[in-house]
């Protein structure tokens, strides 16, 4: 069975922000771990973070590992990387919440817009938000379609013509 066009464009749009998310988080983790590699003097640790991707879990380790160190070592100091962690995560969760709101938004029009001109054996959305015993154009002109209870149900007889 083959998606129809409004599903394929929704699960288009949510792999981009979902893709997108990902992308964000590597590039602030990473900027967050490269930046405390440089002051500690970890020049080994910073080109592995600089030319390894792993959507931020080597960065985020590398920053919590070095946490506990930095707060063994100095207990009057203390460490903010938990609410930077916390932050990016937040800010994270909202850009994912946005991207959803215009997922479904796009979704709600690409259903709103399937227009009756497509034959109702084609539309998935044929039934949706029509009440039932409504009819609907079949794909051919000798059959009648009718929705009953969101499905949809279609003669099928011969043309004759």
């Known amino acids: 069975m083959m998606l129809s066009e409004s599903a394929t464009l929704l699960f288009i749009v949510l792999f981009i922000v979902i893709i997108i998310v990902l992308v964000i988080a590597e590039l602030i983790l990473k900027g967050f771990a490269m930046w405390r590699a440089s002051e500690r003097g970890d020049k080994a640790w910073f080109w592995v973070i600089l030319i390894l991707n792993t959507l931020g ?5 590398y920053l919590l590992v070095t946490n506990k160190e930095e707060s063994k070592k100095s207990k ?3 460490s903010n990387t938990w609410l930077i962690v916390l932050i990016v995560l937040i800010a994270l969760f909202v850009v994912f919440l946005i991207g959803m709101v215009i997922a479904g938004a796009i979704a709600f029009l690409a259903i709103s817009s399937s227009s009756m001109d497509s034959c109702a054996q084609d539309n998935p959305f044929a039934c949706v ?3 039932d015993g409504t009819s609907i154009p079949s794909c051919d002109p ?8 969101d499905i949809l149900s279609c003669t099928e007889m011969e043309c004759l013509e």
Not at 57 to 61: F, G, R, T
């Open 76 to 78: 009057t100091k203390k």
């Open 129 to 131: 938000g029509v009440s």
């Open 142 to 149: 000798c059959n009648t379609c009718t929705c009953q209870d």
């Open 57 to 61: 879990i080597l960065p985020l380790i």
